[in-house]
């Protein structure tokens, strides 16, 4: 991989790690969201338009294409949500990431993209990380290493929902930076995204709960738009320098620096299992990285 796009991925998964950690402690979690959108799309607003007046827009072309990505990111927000508001974010947030195996089919098919045999190896292993992460528990003297996800927890549901959408997404917005300056469509998608959520909010929160959380969580709703919109301008970047499966898997670097988090800052349970994990998903980043 490139050694810039390599950078980019890296600091974005700070970013992202930081923004779902902010987000799973608000109170209403869909109503910060909704927030943090608005003021990243006004911190990310001098960006676009200097770049804008460099290269001209195609209003037509460029707002059809962004308004899909600005959908599927919708979803997506709804189902993050849903998923912290039943459950841990440990357990919610690495389903959520586990999307490398289905970008990777989704690009070899669609997108003609031809991965290597290191960057196979470092996809399955990220894979293998993210879904261990996502087991109930650990207990070798049982004779077995992981038990059984409970597939009726609501957050597991919501989190599986969540991962269609964030490969659906990554799939779209890989294409369409090729047809589109990545600056412009960062602000674009995320525009109509937050339009599109604004209908939901309208439809499902009423004016008091939303001033209310904007009062209860002003500081981290501010730090939140900065990184959740720079944060994936830097994928967006880097998706026009290296393969879609490969800039997706070595993004899910966020779960290390998440189960670092829970481990020694929030003293989470189940540390073992989840630092193992976590060491698996570097080593199959740190092969995509040198092999990809």
Not at 69 to 96: N, Q, R, V
Not at 139 to 146: A, E, H, L, M
Not at 173 to 194: E, R
Not at 211 to 226: S, T, V, Y
Request: hydrophobic fraction near 50%; aromatic fraction near 16%.
């Amino acid at each position: 991989m490139n050694v810039i796009a390599i950078l980019l991925v890296v600091i974005s998964a700070v970013f992202h790690s930081v923004k779902n950690i902010l987000t799973k402690q608000s109170s209403d979690k869909i109503l910060f969201l909704w927030w943090s959108t608005l003021f990243g799309l006004l911190y990310f607003s001098p960006v676009y338009f200097y770049f804008s007046s460099d290269y001209g827009l195609d209003y037509l072309n460029i707002i059809s294409l962004s308004s899909i990505s600005g959908l599927l990111h919708c979803f997506y927000w709804i189902y993050l949500a849903k998923a912290y508001e039943h459950g841990d974010l440990t357990i919610a947030y690495p389903i959520m990431r586990s999307s490398p195996p289905l970008v990777l089919l989704i690009a070899v098919i669609f997108l003609n993209e031809e991965p290597s045999i290191g960057g196979i190896i470092g996809i399955i292993l990220v894979t293998t990380g993210i879904y261990s992460l996502s087991y109930n528990h650990i207990g070798i003297s049982q004779n077995t290493f992981f038990k059984k996800i409970d597939i009726n927890d609501k957050s597991i549901k919501y989190a599986l929902a969540g991962l269609v959408f964030i490969t659906a997404y990554s799939i779209a917005d890989k294409a369409m930076v090729d047809m589109i300056h990545p600056i412009q469509f960062v602000f674009l998608h995320m525009l109509s995204g937050f339009l599109f959520l604004s209908i939901y909010i309208m439809l499902k929160k009423d004016y008091a709960k939303i001033n209310q959380e904007f009062k209860l969580n002003k500081r981290n709703i501010l730090i939140n738009g900065f990184f959740g919109i720079y944060g994936y301008s830097l994928i967006i970047i880097a998706f026009t320098m290296s393969s879609v499966s490969y800039i997706i898997s070595l993004r899910q670097l966020s779960i290390v620096f998440v189960v670092l988090w829970g481990a020694f800052i929030l003293k989470e349970k189940d540390q073992y299992r989840r630092l193992v994990s976590a060491s698996i998903i570097t080593v199959g980043t740190v092969i995509i990285s040198i092999l990809g």
